[in-house]
């Protein structure tokens, strides 16, 4: 049967045309620092492998094949091909994400830098945040804190040296639900801690960067030798939402195998379907990531923050419940 007003879009026409003139800004902010836009496919053979993100599965000729949660493989193969910098913007894939600020289909910005370091990166954002604001909203100057100094204010834990019984009591303290079968699963309840109890507790009306990570929580990130040891790795946060997530990128092929595989070992306990690892990636890595530092950044919750909204909904031409 049909329904009436299904057909029409979940975004006004003003903030189509609002979001229209965000994309051609973006495009000239990357054409004045020399970055070149690429594209790269949607479909690969390969998928994530991280068991907090979920691909969506489809068939091509009779194999499988996987939409991409982020266009990251396929411009680090780039980048190890001698690109330089790069960016783009495409649409990603991610199954089980849908609410207030979750699409499963949604915008990516994702951009790499040759040479720099996590934190010359973040000057970079805070850089093209501060110019897409200007006129539209009011932006002071970004916070940097780090992730082990936020848990020690926040929750009273030292991330980097706890056990994870004393996460536990954390969640309890603070009436967080947790899964029965989480209690031993030390960088699940950090997340969960993150998300919960840390992020609430950030100011909404300012941009903040979360940096230095623990290394469990590195993903793609390099790890620096410090005492402790902490990945180079950073969050944006902006208006209560996690806006970009950044990484001083890891090169090295042996440690990217070995990370693939403890990935696939948490999904296997955790009961998820095996992901097929990408080994071009990989052969990529084999052959010379350069130095370099890349961030991802959800261009609609960008939007959304820049024109006041407060659903995802509001700033797609149409959402899941529309497609």
């Known amino acids: 049967m ?7 879009p979940s975004a006004s026409l003003e903030l189509l045309r609002f979001r229209a003139s965000l994309l051609e800004q973006l495009r000239a902010w990357f054409a004045r620092h020399g970055i070149i836009e690429v594209e790269t496919p949607a479909l690969s053979g390969a998928a994530v492998s991280d068991p907090n993100l979920h691909s969506l599965a489809t068939r091509v000729g009779g194999h499988a094949q996987y939409l991409h949660t982020s266009p990251e493989y396929c411009m680090k193969r780039l980048l190890a091909s001698g690109s330089g910098d790069i960016y783009q913007i495409c649409k990603v894939f991610r199954d089980g994400e849908l609410g207030r600020r979750h699409n499963p289909e949604f915008t990516m910005l994702e951009w790499y830098r040759i040479g720099l370091g996590a934190h ?9 945040l501060s110019e897409l604001a200007l006129g539209r909203r009011a932006l002071g100057p970004a916070r940097r804190l780090s992730y082990r100094a936020l848990f020690i204010e926040h929750a009273g834990i030292d991330p980097f040296a706890c056990e994870a019984a004393e996460l536990v009591l954390c969640l309890e303290r603070n009436a967080v639900p947790f899964p029965a079968d989480m209690t031993q ?9 993150l ?3 840390i992020e609430p507790a950030l100011p909404a009306d300012e941009p903040v960067f979360v940096f230095d990570f623990p290394p469990g929580q590195a993903a793609l990130a390099r790890i620096r030798n410090d005492d402790p040891p902490v990945a180079e790795r950073f969050e944006l946060f902006l208006g209560g939402m996690e806006l970009a997530n950044g990484f001083h990128e ?16 948490r999904r296997a306990a955790a009961g998820l379907p095996r992901a097929p690892v990408d080994q071009r990636l990989l052969a990529a890595l084999e052959a010379g990531l350069p130095d370099c530092s890349g961030a991802a950044l959800g261009f609609d919750r960008l939007v959304m923050w820049l024109a006041d909204c407060d659903d995802i909904a509001q700033v797609l031409s149409f959402d899941a419940g529309r497609a």
């Open 185 to 193: 699963d030390f960088d699940g309840l950090l997340d969960l801690l």
């Open 120 to 128: 010359e990166f973040m000057d970079e954002v805070e850089s093209l």
């Open 195 to 197: 998300a919960s109890v």
């Open 250 to 265: 890891l090169a090295d092929p042996d440690e990217q195998s070995r990370r693939f595989q403890q990935d696939l070992q």
């Open 2 to 8: 049909r329904q009436p007003e299904d057909w029409r």
